[in-house]
């Protein structure tokens, strides 16, 4: 068989190979094209136009602003709001300054904050102040010194002063919070101004982003980007989609949160290197206010997950909108449906293409053609400069059709975890990354997976991992066991589901879910809890999942 058959059925314009050290540093990249694009639309948020040349000097101001607070190159910074102008001015405001960016999920609980901010050891944070209540509780168990607060509506004008009494008042969104020596997110821009960024010395293998994961197990790791990952894979999407979404033409709308890694790089870096205009949703999950930026805006382009296109597959007024200008669409971070791939394509006449990828990988390792060439079910070829290979159970590469795990090897897997090199170890061996994901390969380069990782829970593109329920649900007095694992869900794809011995017969359902809800952010929180005498077990006593996942849910 050829090495590598996907080659022989790539594209047309689409090369093998990317040249991953075109720019030294992702901010030599984000430099040139701030200026080269300067008077195009960068970032459109609620009707306000955030145009390349002002987020060229308002992200210069507010490095310049950090620096000044006495953060040095390679600090890490949380950054921690939903999508909205201020998250690409103080991204690229930080990377300017030679800082590592901690991208952290708004929705997190306190004992997940703390958890991300200590391990990472963050020493600021850019918060929006909906979340400023949490980031109390826990504040003085980390070492963040330096905390910047945002508002919904600090960035719109006029407007944006409406919005937040909205916000604050009748919505009442914005729980009562005391956190001394904060800054507004407008006077750190103010106080830049006074100062210029300080040069520092940063190369390819430099680490740029720390993007959490649980990786293959529990805990929640920070995986290491380095300029040469996040510069490669944003090279390797753009290679992938550019011959049908031209230079300075691009409009996308985008609805996934630019924190998760799926619309950082694909979104956030690689839209934006092609003169790209992002249309940001502040929360995908009002559709209608996501119908009406469609209907003004006109997207050639469209990213999501598969609970998002079945959730507007199915709102009365998505069908009516105009989709001529849709070009492409692509459906990350969890399975597309057959059912909804195909349904998409009726109601919109654009073909709905799935990409695959981690976070250990940038994370875009394999993705369909965006023509006739697509394979509803599969998961494409892997992208130029990636290799991907099924190791069988006896460790050997894998025949065609034959199932083993998938690996991976290319210029955008991680440098490794944070701080946890046993784990790195574990998931890289001889440059190969094992992705934990049981597929197989056809004889022309297709890859199609079978199951995914045996353990890992998947709620809407999100990851939840067992261990991290079980350890929150095992704290509660009254429980004695637990093993938590997905079930399938119409809407979401998977959901957790918890089974329970208890430990004092009072224990209720209800009791349950709202300890969890205060320990773990929502997609996190059981939906099913089921009582049971006792837990099927291994001779040494490990409970077992798999038995459990066997039965009839």
């Not at 105009?322 to 459906?331: C, P, R």
């Not at 990851?463 to 997905?486: F, R, T």
Request: net charge neutral.
């Amino acid at each position: 068989m050829t090495e590598k058959p996907w080659l022989q059925h790539y594209p047309k314009g689409v090369p093998a190979y990317i040249e991953d050290e075109a720019y030294p540093r992702l901010i030599d990249m984000i430099d040139e094209c701030l200026k080269k694009y300067r008077d195009l639309p960068a970032f459109i948020s609620m009707g306000k136009t955030l145009t390349f040349g002002e987020l060229d000097v308002l992200s210069a101001n507010f490095g310049a602003y950090l620096q000044s607070r006495g953060l040095e190159p390679g600090d890490r910074i949380a950054l921690m709001m939903p999508n909205m102008l201020q998250y690409p001015i103080a991204l690229f405001g930080a990377l300017r300054a030679g800082l590592i960016v901690v991208n952290t999920n708004p929705l997190y609980t306190p004992r997940e904050m703390k958890h991300q901010f200590v391990d990472s050891g963050a020493k600021a944070i850019v918060i929006a102040e909906n979340f400023a209540a949490n980031l109390q509780q826990i504040i003085g168990e980390t070492q963040i010194k330096t905390v910047v607060v945002t508002s919904i509506g600090e960035m719109l004008g006029l407007k944006g002063v409406l919005i937040n009494f909205v916000v604050r008042h009748i919505r009442k969104m914005v729980p009562k919070y005391n956190l001394p020596n904060t800054a507004s997110f407008r006077d750190g821009l103010q106080q830049g101004k006074k100062f210029t960024i300080k040069p520092f010395e940063s190369g390819p293998d430099d680490t740029i982003i720390l993007q959490y994961t649980g990786g293959t197990t529990g805990v929640s790791k920070g995986a290491m980007l380095t300029n040469r990952n996040l510069i490669a894979n944003m090279q390797q999407i753009r290679a992938w989609l550019m011959p049908v979404l031209p230079e300075a033409k691009v409009i996308a709308l985008c609805p996934l949160p630019l924190y998760h890694i799926f619309a950082f790089t694909v979104n956030c870096l690689a839209f934006m290197s092609v003169g790209g205009r992002n249309i940001l949703i502040v929360n995908a999950r009002d559709l209608p206010a996501l119908i009406k930026e469609w209907r003004t805006h006109r997207p050639n382009i469209f990213t999501g997950v598969n609970t998002l296109f079945n959730g507007l597959l199915n709102h009365p007024d998505f069908a009516s909108l105009d989709f001529s200008d849709l070009k492409a669409t692509v459906g990350g971070g969890m399975a597309v449906q057959r059912a909804v791939a195909e349904r998409w394509q009726q109601v919109t006449g654009c073909q709905l293409t799935e990409g695959y990828g981690l976070t250990e990988a940038s994370p875009v390792l394999s993705v369909n053609p965006i023509d006739s060439a697509m394979r509803l079910g599969t998961i494409g070829m892997p992208v130029p400069s990636t290799d991907m290979r099924i190791i069988n159970d006896s460790g050997r590469v894998a025949d065609p059709r034959e199932t083993g795990e998938i690996q991976a090897k290319g210029p955008q897997v991680m440098k490794g975890y944070w701080q946890r090199p046993e784990a790195t170890d574990e998931v890289i061996k001889d440059g190969w990354l094992s992705t934990g994901d049981i597929g197989f390969m056809y004889e022309d380069g297709f890859f199609q997976i079978v199951d995914r990782k045996k353990d890992m829970i998947l709620v809407s593109g999100f990851n939840v991992y067992p261990n991290e329920v079980e350890d929150v649900i095992a704290s509660h007095p009254k429980v004695l066991e637990v093993a938590a694992l997905g079930v399938p869900d119409e809407k979401s794809g998977e959901v957790v589901k918890v089974f329970v011995v208890k430990k004092d017969n009072s224990l209720t359902k209800e009791e349950l879910t709202e300890f969890c809800r205060e320990q773990m952010t929502g997609y996190k929180v059981p939906k099913y809890v089921e009582f049971r005498t006792e837990l099927p077990k291994t001779n040494v006593g490990k409970i077992l999942r798999r038995a459990l996942r066997e039965e009839k849910q």
